[in-house]
């Protein structure tokens, strides 16, 4: 997630901050005998994580080749092995805000 931030990942940090819980950004946790990856969105006193996959919509992004793909899959076993739900953002999701944050509330358990 480094790196310049797309229009649509502001919004999607605008809504996050907005809701009322701590998430924290670019999270990395320690899991014993796994590969340590960074979330780009996490609450982990509830083991959730909200990805932004804007990645594979940049040209020059390691997110569509196909190594990139394959290390966000291993990623995401990797946190859900370990007890983590994953909520995966698109930028099409982002161009209807009211939904998302009530799609994002729901998937926290705020509603």
Not at 13 to 41: A, M, Q, S, T
Not at 90 to 110: A, R, S
Request: cysteine-free; glycine content about 8%.
């Amino acid at each position: 997630m480094t790196g310049k931030k797309s229009k649509e990942q502001e919004i999607l940090e605008i809504i996050l901050e907005n809701l009322p819980i701590n998430i924290k950004v670019e999270y990395l946790p320690r899991f014993k005998d796994e590969k340590n990856y960074r979330g780009d969105y996490a609450i982990p006193e509830k083991n959730l994580l909200i990805e932004f996959e804007g990645g594979i919509f940049m040209n020059h992004s390691g997110h569509r080749s196909i190594s990139g793909f394959l290390k966000d899959v291993d990623k995401y076993n990797v946190f859900s092995k370990n007890g983590w739900r994953i909520f995966r953002v698109t930028k099409q999701e982002v161009n209807d805000p009211y939904k998302l944050e009530k799609d994002l509330k729901m998937f926290i358990g705020l509603e």
